[in-house]
Nanobody, 120 residues
Framework: QVQLVESGGGLVQAGGSLRLSCAAS????????MGWYRQAPGKQRELVAA???????NYADSVKGRFTISRDNAKNTVYLQMNSLKPEDTAVYYC??????????????WGQGTQVTVSS
């Protein structure tokens, strides 16, 4: 069994900052790509940022220069530092990880989601 537990969401004024964390636990041999997605009301879930096990990163154009994704492989944890937040960043943020429980298989796992609300 694998669990992803997120923390760090909340309410912030426009221009403010928040830091999200997501810790993976359970039957883990290794973790490949980890990422953050978000889903606003009435919209599809979209990729915000992703980071490979080697540290390569990828960002949505809408967050480039404002958000930074990082990971601590020793702690099986991924972070999302969000600066200069805008009301349009308001959404439920989900952690995603591609995890190997053994050398032969890999599965995608999702966190429960954490609400980020940015007031204008």
């Amino acid at each position: 069994q694998v669990q992803l537990v997120e923390s760090g969401g909340g309410l912030v004024q426009a221009g403010g900052s928040l830091r999200l964390s997501c810790a993976a636990s359970g039957n883990i041999f290794s973790i490949n790509t980890m990422g953050w997605y978000r889903q606003a009301p009435g919209k599809q879930r979209e990729l915000v940022a992703a980071i490979t096990s080697g540290g390569s990163t990828n960002y949505a154009d809408s967050v480039k220069g404002r958000f930074t994704i990082s990971r601590d492989n020793a702690k099986n944890t991924v972070y999302l530092q969000m600066n200069s937040l805008k009301p349009e960043d308001t959404a439920v943020y989900y952690c995603n990880a591609n995890i190997r429980p053994n050398v032969w298989t890999a599965n995608d796992y999702w966190g429960q989601g954490t609400q980020v609300t940015v007031s204008s």
